[in-house]
């Protein structure tokens, strides 16, 4: 399946599939989207002293990289599994 690298709004980059019309991040910014919707609202709103996620479509990996960036400073331990197909 054929991607192609795209800017978003915000100045993160995203893949796009053109077969699918279809973007991986938000296209007002990827960055942004992950930080609100998989940080701000999803890890960090988890007040346990541990996290397990599940995340079914890895995509780019940014949401493993944030989310291992965010655990590093509270010194909190997470368990990522994700699921893949491509």
Request: glycine share 8%; aromatic share 8%; with cysteine.
């Given at each position: 399946?054929?991607?192609?690298?795209?800017?978003?709004?915000?100045?993160?980059?995203?893949?796009?599939?053109?077969?699918?019309?279809?973007?991986?991040?938000?296209?007002h910014g990827a960055?942004?989207?992950?930080?609100?919707?998989?940080?701000?609202?999803?890890?960090?709103?988890?007040?346990?002293?541990?996290?397990?996620?599940?995340?079914?479509?890895?995509?780019?990996?940014?949401?493993?990289?944030?989310?291992?960036?965010?655990?590093?400073?509270?010194k909190k331990?997470?368990?990522?599994?994700?699921?893949?197909?491509?």
């Open positions: 399946m054929k991607r192609e690298l795209r800017s978003t709004e915000d100045g993160s980059h995203t893949l796009f599939v053109p077969g699918l019309d279809e973007p991986y991040h938000s296209i960055l942004q989207e992950s930080k609100h919707v998989f940080i701000e609202t999803g890890f960090r709103a988890i007040r346990k002293m541990s996290v397990r996620i599940l995340e079914i479509g890895l995509g780019t990996g940014l949401n493993v990289l944030l989310t291992l960036c965010a655990s590093l400073e509270p331990p997470v368990y990522y599994h994700a699921v893949e197909k491509y």
